[in-house]
């Protein structure tokens, strides 16, 4: 069981948008903006699409966008393309003694 | 820009010590403001933190593993290690080293990852 929660799966249509959910706590998540979301493709590595809770690394599209309410971050994802059919994982640094948490990742599946 | 690479032997035999190295390329491991890290995705499954090192030798690790792990950077210092120890099928897993950023607090560069099976 991962220390962050996220939902298992979630789906849309081309052009929509979604939500993607990472619950935690006020360790990790409510006390601290270290709050990141990764991308990862079948057979390929993460990569970093928000950090800071809101901000994208250059070169990855305006159409991510993070936030975060109390211990709990979100991940939507507008405008759906075929292309971001992946996993999507969340992360937090946390100040328990496992200094960093992941989510146990969302498959999105775009109809 | 900086890119990861990990190597090392695909398949460890069962209570053997898993190693694999990390070659840093377009960068060096001695540029304060980032932790060299190790982080593991079983099967199918999400990804796991093992630990990091800062350039300075320190290393945090995560408490599931830490009395098996240890991570150490080369004199080269454009090379970082990993170590399980004690092996088990549980360890089979994909290996990844990444660049954690403190500043931005995230894994912004991420090597290809390496599929390390334990046989028994």
């Known amino acids: 069981q991962s220390a962050l929660t996220q939902p298992a799966s979630v789906s849309g249509s081309p052009g929509q948008s979604i939500t993607i959910s990472c619950t935690g706590s006020s360790t990790d998540i409510g006390g601290y903006d270290y709050v990141s979301w990764y991308q990862q493709h079948p057979g390929k590595a993460p990569t970093l699409i928000i950090y800071d809770v809101t901000d994208r690394p250059s070169g990855v599209s305006n159409r991510f966008s993070g936030s975060k309410s109390g211990n709990t971050a979100s991940l939507t994802i507008s405008g759906l393309q075929a292309e971001d059919e992946a996993d999507y994982y969340c992360?937090?640094?946390?100040?328990?003694?496992?200094?960093?948490?992941f989510g146990g990742g969302t498959k999105l599946t775009v109809l | 820009q900086v890119q990861l690479h990990e190597s090392g032997p695909g398949l460890v035999e069962a209570s053997q010590t898993l190693s694999l190295t990390c070659t840093v390329s377009g960068g060096s491991i001695s540029s304060g403001g980032y932790y060299w890290s190790w982080i593991r995705q079983h099967p199918g499954k999400g990804l796991e933190w093992i630990g990091y090192?800062?350039?300075?030798?320190?290393?945090y690790y995560n408490p599931s593993l830490k009395s098996l792990v240890t991570i150490s950077v080369a004199m080269s210092k454009t090379q970082f290690s990993l170590k399980l120890s004690s092996v088990t099928a549980a360890d089979t897993a994909v290996y990844y080293c990444?660049?954690?950023?403190?500043?931005?607090?995230?894994?912004?560069?991420w090597g290809q990852g390496t599929l390390v099976t334990v046989s028994s």
């Open positions: 090192i800062y350039y300075s030798g320190s290393t």
């Open positions: 992360s937090s640094y946390s100040n328990s003694n496992t200094l960093l948490l």
């Open positions: 990444a660049r954690y950023a403190m500043v931005q607090g995230s894994f912004d560069t």
